[in-house]
C-alpha cells in the first residue's frame, strides 16, 4: 500500500474527507472505547471545530492510502513556560489497518514538523491501557507517565436525591460561569495551587502557575469557542477566602454532556468533605439547568482514592484505565530509525 501523510486543514476540508476522518474516529473508537456511546458525526467535526480550551494551537494530519483515510494525527503546540517544549499528540489508525506501519509512518513524518516548532517532548494522554496504543509506545520505547482511571456518571441511572449540597458550617458557597468575580479572583487563583498536590507521576506536563491574567485569558479561549465553564467554589467566611473549588465544561456539540476538570481544597480546609460538597452544588445546579443530560465524565489518578471515591459516592462509575506516555523526540527518531527499513510507502 501507499501510503501519503499530509496536513488537514479542518476548515477547508471537502464533506468527504471529514468523512473519511469520521469513519477512522467512529471505528477506533468502537475498539478502543467501548464504553463511550457512540460518537456522531457532528460531534465528531464539532471537535474539529472546537479544539480543547488551554492546550495551545492545534494542527492535523491524515494518512491517505489508495485515495481512503487510514489514519490520522492531532498535536496541541503547548504554550507557556513549563509546557512549551511538549507536543500533546493524539494518533489513531483505523483497526481494519493497524499492524501495516501506518501509525509509525504518521509519527515519522511529525517529528520534523515538531522540532521545527521548538518540540522535544512527545506526550500522549489518551491512550487505553492494555490496548493497541499501550503495545506500540511500548514497542517504541515510551515511558508510561500517568494511570487515568475513567469515570461516568448517567443521569439515566442514578437518582439525584443521592446528591448533598449542604455546606460545611463556616462556609458558603458561589457559583458562576463566564467569568469570576472580581472580589473573589485573587483567592480563585491562589486555590489553584491546591492541584500541585494532585499526583501527576511522571508527566511532562506541568500544571500552569496560574495567575490572575492567566485565568481572564482562559475565560476568554472558553467563551470565544463557545464552552461554558461552570465554577462553583466554597469560600471560607471568616477569612473570605476561596477555600474550595470544581470546574466544569460543556462543550457545544455535546450539549447534553459535561466534562468535569478540576477540584481542589487547600489543605487547611480538608476534611470538612469540602470536595463532596462543591462537585454535589455542581451537579445540582448543571442538571437544573440542563434537564436532559446524560452523562457527566470526570478523570482522576488511579492512585487518588479519596477522588475517586468522592466520585463513585456522587454515582460516578468507573468506566476504563487510560495511560499516558512520552517520549523525548530525539529517542523516538532513533527508535524511529531502527525501524526504518520496514516502514511502507513514504510521506509527501
Ligand atoms: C497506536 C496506533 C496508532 C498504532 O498504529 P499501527 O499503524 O497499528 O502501528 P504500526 O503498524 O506502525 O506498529 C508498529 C509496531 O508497534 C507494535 N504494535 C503496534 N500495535 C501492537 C499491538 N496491538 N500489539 C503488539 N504490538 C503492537 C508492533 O511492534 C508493531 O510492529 P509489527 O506489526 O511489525 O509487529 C493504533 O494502534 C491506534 O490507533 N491505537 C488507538 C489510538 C492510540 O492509542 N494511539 C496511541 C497514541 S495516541
Known amino acids: 500500500m501507499t501510503l501519503v501523510v499530509s496536513r488537514f486543514e479542518p476548515a477547508a476540508a471537502a464533506d468527504a474527507v471529514l468523512r473519511g476522518y469520521y469513519e477512522v474516529m467512529r471505528a477506533s473508537q468502537a475498539r478502543d472505547r467501548v464504553d463511550e456511546p457512540r460518537l456522531t458525526y457532528e460531534n465528531c467535526v464539532g471537535r474539529l471545530r472546537t479544539p480543547f480550551a488551554g492546550l495551545g494551537p492545534v494542527a492535523h494530519w491524515i494518512a491517505t492510502a489508495e485515495g481512503e483515510i487510514v489514519g490520522l494525527a492531532t498535536v496541541y503546540l503547548m504554550e507557556g513556560p513549563q509546557n512549551g517544549q511538549l507536543a500533546v499528540t493524539d494518533i489513531q489508525v483505523h483497526p481494519r489497518h493497524r499492524r501495516k506501519g501506518v501509525g509509525t509512518e504518521v509519527l515519522r513524518t511529525l517529528l520534523p514538523w515538531l522540532r521545527e516548532n521548538g518540540r522535544t517532548v512527545v506526550e500522549y494522554w489518551q491512550v487505553t491501557k492494555n490496548g493497541d496504543g499501550e503495545h ?33 458550617r463556616g462556609y458558603r458557597l458561589v457559583q458562576w460561569d463566564d467569568a469570576a468575580p472580581d472580589e473573589l479572583l485573587e483567592s480563585y487563583v491562589r486555590v489553584h495551587r491546591a492541584m500541585r498536590d494532585a499526583p501527576h507521576e511522571g508527566m511532562a506536563y506541568q500544571a500552569p502557575e496560574w495567575t490572575v491574567e492567566g485565568i481572564r485569558a482562559r475565560e476568554a479561549e472558553f467563551r470565544e469557542s463557545g464552552v461554558r465553564q461552570r465554577v462553583v467554589v466554597a469560600v471560607h467566611e471568616r477569612t473570605g477566602e476561596v477555600a474550595g473549588f470544581t470546574e466544569l465544561e460543556q462543550h457545544p ?16 480546609h480538608r476534611g470538612h468533605g469540602l470536595g463532596y460538597v462543591v462537585k454535589s452544588r455542581m451537579l445540582t445546579w448543571l442538571l437544573a439547568d440542563v434537564p436532559d443530560l446524560e452523562l457527566v465524565f470526570t478523570g482522576s489518578n488511579a492512585g487518588n482514592t479519596h477522588m475517586l471515591r468522592v466520585n463513585a459516592e456522587l454515582g460516578y462509575t468507573v468506566t476504563r484505565e487510560m495511560i499516558a506516555v512520552n517520549q523525548d523526540i530525539d529517542a523516538l527518531a532513533v527508535a524511529l530509525g531502527r525501524t526504518e527499513n520496514d516502514s511502507i510507502g513514504s510521506p509527501s
Not at 514497542?139 to 507517565?145: E, K, N, P
Not at 500517568?146 to 455546606?167: C, F, G, M
Not at 466534562?259 to 487547600?266: N, S
Request: glycine share 8%; aromatic share 10%; net charge positive.
Open 136 to 168: 506500540w509506545a511500548r514497542g517504541l520505547g515510551m515511558r508510561t507517565t500517568y494511570h487515568n482511571r475513567l469515570q461516568a456518571l448517567s443521569l439515566a441511572e442514578h437518582d439525584p436525591k443521592r446528591w448533598r449540597p449542604d455546606t460545611p
Open 253 to 268: 456539540h455535546r450539549p447534553r454532556w459535561g466534562y468535569q476538570r478540576d477540584t481542589g481544597v487547600l489543605s487547611a
